[in-house]
């Protein structure tokens, strides 16, 4: 994908991406949807432009993680699960990825918070050297760290009162700090280090784990702020029998989820401050000017959702994630109803730096249109999940079936969604469930149409075209 710079004449702009894990698209403030108090965000957001329809394209961790950093779906990257215990699952070193691009074309480079792109290291060896318990790893120096100089990482661990990290040893740093803050105040340092540094553009990117679960490890001066909060729940919530599919303990019934919903909700309050904190310091060090900054997250949380929790669901409250950018005379405020998927990241970027877009690449260069250089593409995104519980994946294997064929493949448009799904287990491998959601009618999806074949409604006939000719390029198992 050669394509010329969308910004030709411009000098190439730092970068810094920053990035929360479960923060769904409806849990910030000046999106009057669900109750939480994003003051900096909110006042960020009138500077910036809103992607309204960001989504990810495989609502799970190191899927959309290894989208987000080599542009290409799972089906290419071979992330179509996350890096864990019993899974011969990573992001393979020889992909290139943005970092990789971004410090060939002259960038420091710098990633701080959670990876959850390598193999866990329990997968090879009972007693890691570096302590790495669970489906954690340190990552060291090398062609895994895809390009990243400055590193202060850890693959995944969900601790975030009592968080840990890696740096060029595997000597575990251990730290008695909320994950969130600490990595903000790495990120910081980051940043004053950065300015010292002339005619060198960086590129941090910052993964924060929270408002991820566990739900409760949030510092108390956030959970008091939602103490007497009153939810308005939205209308496709049910507190009973509350399930995940990704195998993750619930508890369910109202008052649970309510307990979950304040906490959640402290959790994004708190990451509010942070991000306050890394804008405030761009702006202490003359930085904000030629920085492009970018907000985001991996996937959603469904907090309840059609009686579901957590992600891995074609819902919105799953797919949809936050997306707001801002670099002041370059990209214009206001809103975008561009479909934007995990893998038009990479491209994005690098078409906003002005750098070439490697021909690995299947995601979109969207820059142009958010520079307002040309107007919104029509495009759909493409949608895909895989049965990944090693429970599911060992269930499958015994029946001779190879589980990339399941799970669910969809495709978003402005207006619509369109899924098939083939389930999560094996003990019918003719099931199929195939839905059709009109978005302007049927915001909260409470009513698809369930269809026998596409060929019953013209929408989902076209649509099942496009997301057949998507599985052929993509060399998909699966069958529509």
């Known amino acids: 994908m050669n394509k010329e710079s969308a910004n030709n004449n411009i000098g190439k702009p730092n970068i810094v991406y920053v990035f929360a894990d479960q923060w769904r698209r409806q849990a910030v403030g000046f999106r009057n949807e669900d109750p939480v108090l994003t003051p ?44 864990k215990i019993g899974a011969d699952i990573a992001l393979r070193a020889d992909d290139i990825g943005i970092g990789d691009v971004l410090k060939q074309a002259g960038y420091k480079t710098g990633y701080i918070g959670k990876w959850h792109l390598d193999l866990p290291e329990q997968n090879v060896t009972d007693h890691p050297v570096s302590g790495a318990r669970g489906w954690d790893a340190y990552t060291p120096p090398g062609p895994k760290r895809h390009g990243f100089d400055y590193w202060y990482s850890y693959g995944t661990y969900d601790e975030h009162l009592t968080p840990h990290y890696w740096q060029d040893t595997p000597d575990m740093i251990q730290v008695n700090q909320w994950s969130v803050e600490h990595e903000t105040d790495m990120a910081v340092a980051f940043l004053e280090r950065s300015a010292d540094v002339e005619q060198e553009p960086f590129a941090l990117f910052v993964s924060w784990n929270p408002p991820h679960s566990p739900f409760d490890q949030v510092p108390d001066q956030y959970k008091k702020m939602y103490e007497n909060m009153d939810i308005h729940w939205r209308p496709n919530v049910r507190a009973e029998g509350l399930a995940a599919h990704t195998g993750e303990p619930i508890e369910d019934g109202i008052e649970n989820l309510q307990r979950y919903m304040r906490d959640y909700c402290a959790a994004v309050t708190g990451l509010d401050e942070q991000f306050g904190r890394i804008l405030k310091k761009l702006k202490e060090l003359g930085l904000e000017e030629n920085t492009l900054i970018v907000l985001s997250s991996d996937h959603g949380e469904l907090m309840g959702a059609h009686g579901l929790m957590a992600k891995h669901s074609w819902h919105e409250e799953s797919i949809g994630i936050p997306c707001l950018m801002k670099w002041p005379e370059r990209i214009h405020a206001g809103r975008t109803d561009l479909l934007f998927n995990s893998v038009d990241i990479m491209p994005t970027l690098l078409g906003l730096a002005g750098l070439e877009v490697p021909s690995t690449v299947e995601g979109s260069d969207y820059s142009r249109a958010v520079l307002g250089l040309e107007t919104t593409p029509d495009q759909p995104a493409f949608l895909c999940a895989f049965p990944g519980r090693k429970d599911v994946m060992e269930q499958f294997a015994a029946q001779g079936l190879d589980n990339k064929r399941f799970g669910w493949r969809g495709v978003r448009t402005s207006k619509y969604t369109y899924v098939v799904h083939r389930g999560y287990s094996a003990v019918d491998p003719n099931f199929c469930l195939r839905l059709l959601y009109d978005l302007e009618e049927d915001p909260y999806q409470l009513n698809p149409l369930l269809l026998q074949r596409a060929s019953q409604h013209p929408i989902a006939q076209q649509l099942n075209t496009e997301l057949q000719e998507w599985l052929v390029r993509m060399d998909d198992p699966f069958e529509l």
Not at 44 to 70: G, N, Q, W
Request: charged share 10%; glycine share 4%.
């Open 40 to 83: 900096n965000i909110d006042a960020f957001a009138k500077d910036s432009l809103i992607f309204d329809h960001a989504v990810s394209c495989t609502p799970l961790c190191s899927p959309h993680r290894a989208a987000l950093m080599t542009g290409t779906y799972p089906q290419t990257n071979g992330v179509f699960t996350n890096c």
